[in-house]
């Protein structure tokens, strides 16, 4: 059996381009992290995922790797890498990489070699006839090769190939790399989409859909990921991993995170992330679906919880809008919602992911024009909308809402000039909020969001019941409230959440031996029979 060693960890996401610049080139970087390791300390968390970092010419910012073995010139050298690993270390926080190894750039010395060497050739999944389906940011998922005559899969960019899972060669390959990693004192990996590395034997049209059903979570993705853990990861039971599952079910997360498997630690899925999207369409809008949202959270606490699988609890991250500008309130009830959200994804079972800003209640983007724009599918999906007919003004609207740039603006440090991220013009602009929005400020105000989220930790790592309580939904049919208790044989802790701007009626009976913990509001009292706009409240009970 595994050791769940990693309960009461807690990990903080950093999107390297976009969290500190050291040099002034307008791009983060290694030594830019390190000067913000202890703020990092200062919160509480005990991991650091960095998103992808290797050497890549960045289409996808850095979702394109060109060299597995070399870091990313912009982010500095395998020194400077090495350091932050030394650094964070003396502080008791581990670096987890990201590994992209569905696909890589078709800049990777295997792919062009794959244009001549029949070896090389079998690295990745040519086919003399493309079938139907789509690529994730959009058109065709093949690419036409003139020099061999043949179609090339890419489920993401035309950029990035897919490889071939099912050469032992490929396979041997990525394991190498996980073991170099390790070996210089990476801590953890997170893994890229990788419930999609296994793909079928017969390559068929999709006759009713675009082609995710034949390659999502197909069987043999156990069988690679036990290979994979066997011969690299599994070797050190210190190494924390954590799988992407991208259009997945709970069936499939069990068998990929349980605790008597031998596969990972925990998974993301994203179901509860789809709430706001009209027609399962990220771009069709509609209003986030509370009753929808609040029964994916209870049907994968309590299914992962059944089965004894182990899951990974988020709002945000690199590909994502920000989460109080989506189902909080950026504007009146900031502060309020950015900490109830908080609240109530970090005292579920699981271990909670803080995406770099999420912890000052940083907002989407607000970008009004398309020059402002970065990121590969929001320009790529700027065209397929204006093509369906879309007017300039509506297709602004849906990458407003809900383009990955809006989780990809520059970390707000301070209100100085770009937002204390840099002396230069930023990669992508900041946003003008910094003014208001920033850790400087909120490190001076006791009552800030990130106090709140300091304070979330400690209680993670103070409470047993936090890291291990069993998990209880209340409130199921209540339109507004999201509701849930952890306990054991002994204690109880119970989290309420308004989701909504106007005050609720609670019928809750608070009892003589339970006490609140937490809350969102400066007088927070129990015999207050209603909760306020976006209130929280966290209470225990002790039996001694
Ligand atoms: O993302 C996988 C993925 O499918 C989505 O999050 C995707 O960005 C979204 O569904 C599109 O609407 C991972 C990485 O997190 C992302 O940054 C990469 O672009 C992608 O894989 C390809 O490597
Ligand atoms: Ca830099």
Same mark, same amino acid.
């Given at each position: 059996?595994?050791?769940?060693?990693?309960?009461?960890?807690?990990?903080?996401?950093?999107?390297?381009?976009?969290?500190?610049?050291?040099?002034?080139? @307008?791009?983060?970087?290694?030594?830019?992290?390190?000067?913000k390791?202890?703020?990092l300390?200062?919160? @509480?968390?005990?991991?650091?995922?960095?998103?992808?970092?290797?050497?890549?010419?960045?289409?996808?910012n850095?979702y394109?790797?060109?060299?597995?073995?070399?870091?990313?010139?912009?982010?500095g050298?395998?020194?400077?890498?090495?350091?932050?690993?030394s650094?964070?270390?003396k502080?008791?926080?581990?670096?987890?990489?990201?590994?992209?190894?569905?696909?890589?750039?078709?800049?990777?010395?295997?792919?062009?070699?794959?244009?001549?060497?029949?070896?090389?050739?079998?690295? #990745?999944i040519f086919?003399?006839?493309?079938?139907?389906?789509?690529?994730?940011?959009g @058109?065709?998922? /093949?690419?036409?090769?003139?020099?061999?005559?043949k179609?090339?899969?890419? &489920?993401?960019?035309?950029?990035?190939?897919?490889?071939? /899972?099912?050469?032992?060669?490929? *396979?041997?390959?990525?394991?190498?790399?996980?073991?170099?990693?390790?070996?210089?004192?990476?801590?953890?990996? *997170?893994f890229?989409?990788?419930?999609?590395?296994?793909?079928?034997?017969?390559?068929?049209?999709?006759?009713?859909?675009?082609?995710?059903?034949?390659?999502?979570?197909?069987?043999?993705?156990?069988?690679?990921?036990?290979?994979?853990?066997?011969?690299?990861f @599994?070797?050190?039971?210190?190494?924390?991993?954590?799988?992407?599952?991208?259009?997945?079910?709970?069936?499939?997360?069990?068998?990929y995170?349980?605790e008597?498997?031998?596969?990972?630690?925990?998974?993301?899925?994203?179901?509860?992330?789809k709430?706001?999207?009209?027609?399962?369409?990220?771009?069709?809008l509609?209003?986030f679906?509370?009753?929808?949202?609040k029964?994916?959270?209870?049907?994968?606490?309590?299914g992962?919880?059944?089965h004894?699988?182990?899951?990974a609890?988020?709002?945000?991250?690199h590909?994502?809008?920000?989460?109080?500008?989506?189902?909080?309130?950026?504007q009146?009830?900031?502060k309020?919602?950015?900490?109830?959200?908080?609240?109530?994804?970090?005292?579920?079972?699981?271990?909670?992911?803080?995406?770099?800003?999420?912890?000052?209640?940083?907002?989407?983007?607000?970008?009004?024009?398309?020059?402002?724009?970065?990121?590969?599918e929001?320009?790529?999906y700027?065209?397929?909308?204006?093509?369906?007919g879309?007017?300039?003004?509506?297709?602004?609207?849906?990458?407003?809402?809900?383009?990955?740039?809006?989780?990809?603006?520059?970390?707000?440090?301070?209100?100085?000039?770009?937002?204390?991220?840099?002396?230069?013009?930023? /990669?992508?602009?900041?946003n003008?909020?910094?003014?208001?929005?920033?850790?400087?400020?909120?490190?001076?105000?006791?009552?800030?969001?990130?106090?709140?989220?300091?304070?979330?930790?400690?209680? *993670?790592?103070?409470y047993?019941?936090?890291?291990?309580?069993?998990?209880?939904?209340?409130?199921l049919?209540?339109?507004?409230?999201?509701?849930?208790?952890?306990?054991?044989?002994?204690?109880?802790?119970?989290? &309420?959440?308004?989701?909504?701007?106007?005050?609720?009626?609670?019928?809750?009976?608070?009892?003589?031996?339970?006490?609140?913990?937490?809350?969102?509001?400066?007088?927070?009292?129990?015999?207050?029979?209603?909760? *306020?706009? #976006?209130?929280?409240?966290?209470?225990?009970?002790?039996?001694?």
């Amino acid at each position: 059996m595994k050791r769940l060693y990693f309960k009461d960890k807690v990990v903080y996401q950093i999107y390297p381009k976009s969290f500190c610049d050291s040099n002034q080139d @307008g791009i983060g970087d290694f030594h830019g992290i390190i000067s913000k390791l202890d703020y990092l300390q200062f919160l @509480g968390i005990d991991y650091i995922w960095l998103n992808a970092c290797f050497d890549s010419p960045q289409k996808d910012n850095g979702y394109d790797v060109r060299d597995y073995y070399k870091m990313d010139a912009d982010y500095g050298t395998m020194e400077d890498f090495q350091e932050l690993c030394s650094e964070a270390k003396k502080r008791n926080i581990g670096i987890m990489l990201d590994m992209v190894f569905n696909h890589t750039s078709t800049q990777h010395s295997w792919f062009k070699q794959a244009l001549t060497d029949k070896e090389y050739e079998d690295f #990745y999944i040519f086919k003399d006839k493309p079938t139907n389906w789509q690529s994730k940011f959009g @058109g065709s998922a /093949w690419k036409y090769v003139p020099e061999l005559n043949k179609y090339y899969l890419h &489920l993401f960019d035309e950029t990035q190939a897919d490889l071939n /899972w099912e050469n032992s060669k490929v *396979r041997h390959e990525l394991i190498k790399i996980v073991k170099h990693w390790m070996q210089i004192g990476v801590e953890g990996f *997170r893994f890229d989409v990788v419930n999609l590395i296994g793909k079928p034997e017969i390559f068929m049209d999709d006759e009713c859909g675009d082609g995710r059903r034949m390659y999502t979570d197909q069987p043999i993705v156990h069988t690679y990921l036990q290979e994979l853990n066997k011969q690299s990861f @599994g070797q050190s039971d210190k190494t924390i991993t954590v799988g992407e599952m991208s259009s997945t079910t709970l069936k499939q997360c069990v068998k990929y995170a349980c605790e008597e498997g031998n596969e990972l630690d925990m998974v993301f899925n994203f179901h509860h992330l789809k709430v706001d999207y009209k027609n399962n369409d990220k771009w069709q809008l509609k209003p986030f679906n509370f009753m929808q949202l609040k029964k994916l959270l209870h049907d994968w606490q309590v299914g992962m919880q059944t089965h004894h699988a182990w899951m990974a609890l988020f709002w945000s991250n690199h590909d994502q809008p920000r989460v109080v500008s989506r189902f909080g309130n950026d504007q009146e009830y900031h502060k309020q919602s950015a900490k109830m959200l908080a609240a109530c994804i970090h005292l579920m079972r699981g271990t909670p992911f803080i995406y770099q800003g999420e912890e000052i209640g940083m907002t989407n983007a607000n970008l009004t024009e398309i020059s402002q724009y970065r990121d590969v599918e929001s320009l790529n999906y700027y065209e397929i909308l204006k093509q369906q007919g879309l007017s300039e003004d509506e297709v602004l609207l849906r990458l407003s809402k809900r383009s990955r740039d809006n989780g990809r603006t520059v970390m707000q440090w301070n209100h100085s000039m770009y937002a204390g991220f840099s002396e230069v013009n930023p /990669w992508i602009e900041a946003n003008p909020n910094y003014h208001e929005i920033n850790v400087e400020a909120q490190l001076h105000d006791q009552d800030s969001i990130l106090h709140f989220y300091r304070k979330l930790i400690q209680l *993670r790592k103070q409470y047993k019941l936090i890291q291990d309580g069993t998990f209880e939904m209340l409130y199921l049919e209540h339109p507004q409230i999201l509701g849930y208790r952890r306990f054991d044989n002994l204690n109880e802790v119970t989290v &309420l959440c308004n989701f909504y701007d106007s005050d609720i009626k609670l019928d809750y009976q608070f009892s003589d031996n339970e006490s609140i913990i937490l809350s969102n509001y400066v007088e927070a009292n129990n015999t207050n029979k209603e909760l *306020r706009p #976006y209130e929280v409240i966290v209470s225990i009970k002790t039996s001694v």
